[in-house]
């Protein structure tokens, strides 16, 4: 498994190390700064989600990919709450592998860059300027406040209260359908520019940003 | 339960019966032993006869200041002229009549009236039976002897019967109904006592968990016997955790072994641009499917009650609707969530997400693009996972027959319920929302 995951790897252009024992992934993760860190549970010498725990206080920052045939729902929670940020079930492809590896190096590099792009449109979290194939889009406060949010959580659900509380910063007191309104105003603001992206609304939930898939 | 309760006796039941089975057995034979006893001892019943018919006719003695006067009772309304098998004769120590029925036959078989009886005589007339029997019994009145003789010629009002009786009543019933009455009551009470700690361990048995050594059944106070049948279930208990651990380990061990060679597999053929190696990943993602429902099947075999707490099921409905609402669009089909108000329920957080995750997949999976999923929670103990694929006239042929995956998935969901003491309650129908109800044991109805 190994053998073929260092293959899938190095295929898609990126360099690796590649360690079979627990142990030497501790010192490997002590000697050397990764920018992504893939787990397969299933280790001879030891629990995988100890190991994550443990490089954990150690001070490792980089994302960790957990790669398992423990298909459970709890299996994953123990292994989120322990400290990986992503949990892909066996089997997988190496597209969807690939694919996730990007995502987490994706926010990786937002992160380190101040920027989170999503689809054709990208972000600047320190200025709040929004561009969409290079053009600049005005917007107002509240607008930009409600994208930021949903960015950073960008495929994910955002729960209406999180929103609700991102505009009552704004200092007003908002009404019952401010949420509605201010995620309506967005989607009319850019429905004109093709930004890649569609804002879903999860009624009883919240809202979720996701990147458009063209054969929708 | 409810079926050996109404099917067995219960203990003090089976014991109150043999007690008084032996019992009765017990008074048959003191019986038989006391009509031997007095019947054959012709002697000995005539002095009883006497003794009877005495005490009688003294009930009619009337003491009416310093004289005495007599009724003859009711009851022995044989001592008159009218019949000559019974005479008596009642007279004070002075010589002085009292009452009298008497005839010849006083004379013949009485003492003479000079003579001042003894406290207590009697003589057989003849032998054998029926018994005649004259004899005599003194008693003292306002400081008066008073004596009562009497001759039994031809007993045909059955005294001797009636002799008979009364020794039964006074040496069998009344000795043996109190001992009766104190051997079963203190029987079935220390049964009861004994038995207490029985109860309790039956109603702990309930909810023991095999899969936690230190929950066995509590054999303290137990009587011997029965301590050791609890015992051997103890020891049972500790084989199925065993074989449940083991097995366990066998669902992990089988998913490693299968789930591993089955992504090496797919990794490889994603690099072979051919739409055969197309058609053979997705027989692995169903064949990695089967292997994720058998697995779930097997990890819940071995699922006890001891991750159990109390769930706010809106709350767990609308984060597992969270969670898999990217999954959900990014397969063309929306989600929804209504809370019909605060529900909560005792359960297992995974195992219920588990469930909710199935009802989903399952309707996202066996239903066509743009599929409008809702999930409800309440007003009662139910959460209901709906869709609107049953409206859509041309998609009716979409919903798939149970005997395939959607069967497996649904299986696991009922046994997650079942281990909830709760159901699954599905409805489909053409032309209607297909819906699927959990249905979860009220609070407080363990």
Not at chain 1, 104 to 121: D, H, K, Q, T
């Amino acid at each position: 498994m190994r053998e073929i995951l260092t293959e899938c790897v190095h295929d898609a252009g990126w360099r690796l190390d590649s360690v079979d024992t627990a142990a030497a992934a501790r010192s490997a993760a002590a000697s050397a700064e990764y920018n992504l860190a893939l787990l397969d549970l299933g280790l001879p010498d030891g629990e995988g989600i100890e190991l994550i725990a443990d490089l954990r206080r150690a001070g490792f920052i980089a994302p960790i990919l957990v790669i398992s045939a423990r298909a459970s729902v709890e299996d994953r929670v123990i292994a989120l709450d322990n400290g990986a940020d992503d949990y892909l079930v066996k089997p997988f492809s190496q597209i969807e592998l690939l694919a996730r590896c990007r995502a987490m190096l994706r926010r990786l590099e937002s992160r380190m860059a101040n920027e989170i792009v999503v689809g054709a449109l990208a972000f600047d979290t320190r200025t709040g300027a929004v561009r969409i194939a290079g053009e600049t889009i005005s917007m107002a406060p509240r607008e930009r406040s409600v994208l930021d949010l949903l960015l950073r959580s960008a495929g994910r659900v955002v729960p209406k209260e999180r929103i609700e509380t991102a505009l009552s910063e704004f200092g007003d007191e908002i009404s019952t359908n401010a949420v509605e309104l201010a995620i309506s105003r967005l989607r009319r603001r850019l429905a004109n520019f093709d930004p890649g992206i569609a804002f879903e609304t999860i009624r009883g939930v919240g809202y979720m940003l996701r990147e458009n898939t063209r054969d929708a | 339960m409810p079926e050996l309760r109404g099917r067995s006796a219960t203990l003090s039941r089976i014991v109150a019966i043999r007690v008084l089975l032996f019992a009765s057995l017990a008074m048959a034979l003191q019986a038989a032993s006391i009509f031997i006893t007095h019947y054959f001892d012709d002697q000995q019943l005539g002095s009883m006869m006497v003794e009877l018919e005495a005490n009688g006719l003294f009930r009619g003695i009337i003491a009416q200041g310093d004289g005495i006067r007599y009724v003859l009772p009711e009851h022995m309304a044989r001592y008159t002229r009218q019949d000559d098998a019974y005479v008596t004769r009642i007279r004070s120590s002075e010589g002085q009549i009292i009452y009298s029925d008497c005839n010849v036959i006083c004379d013949e078989h009485l003492l003479p009236q000079q003579v001042n009886p003894p406290d207590h005589w009697s003589r057989l007339l003849h032998q054998g039976k029926p018994i005649s029997v004259a004899g005599g019994q003194a008693f003292d009145v306002q400081g008066q002897r008073i004596f009562i003789e009497l001759a039994i010629v031809n007993d045909h009002e059955l005294v001797m019967w009636q002799v008979l009786e009364r020794a039964f009543i006074d040496d069998l019933a009344v000795p043996m109904t109190l001992m009766l009455a104190f051997l079963l009551g203190g029987t079935l009470l220390s049964l009861r006592v004994a038995l207490r700690p029985v109860e309790r361990a039956a109603a702990d048995a309930e909810n023991v968990d095999p899969l936690n050594p230190a929950d066995r059944l509590n054999l303290e106070g137990m009587p011997r016997e029965i301590a050791e049948l609890g015992d051997a279930v103890n020891r049972t208990l500790a084989r199925v955790y065993d074989m449940m651990t083991g097995q366990r380990l066998f669902v992990a061990a089988i998913a490693h072994e299968v789930r591993t060679p089955l992504a090496m597999m797919k990794l490889e053929l994603s690099k072979l641009d051919q739409p055969r190696a197309r058609k053979v990943e997705a027989a692995i993602d169903d064949l990695a499917h089967l292997v994720g429902q058998l697995t779930a099947l097997g990890r819940l075999e071995c699922a006890d009650r001891s991750g159990f707490s109390s769930l706010d099921l809106a709350a767990l409905g609308r984060q597992t609707v969270a969670d898999i609402a990217p999954w959900v669009y990014d397969r063309q089909a929306s989600i929804a969530f209504v809370e019909h108000g605060p529900v909560s329920v005792i359960g297992n957080r995974p195992l219920i997400e588990d469930a909710i995750r199935n009802l989903i997949e399952n309707a996202v999976k066996h239903t066509p693009k743009g599929v409008a999923i809702e999930v409800s929670v309440g007003p009662s103990e139910s959460l209901t996972v709906s869709d609107d694929a049953g409206l859509l006239a041309s998609t009716e042929q979409a919903r798939p027959e149970p005997n395939d995956g959607v069967g497996m998935g649904l299986e696991i969901v009922r046994r997650i319920m079942a281990l909830h003491r709760g159901r699954l309650e599905p409805a489909v129908r053409a032309g209607a929302r297909t819906s699927m109800r959990l249905v979860f044991a009220e609070r407080g109805a363990d």
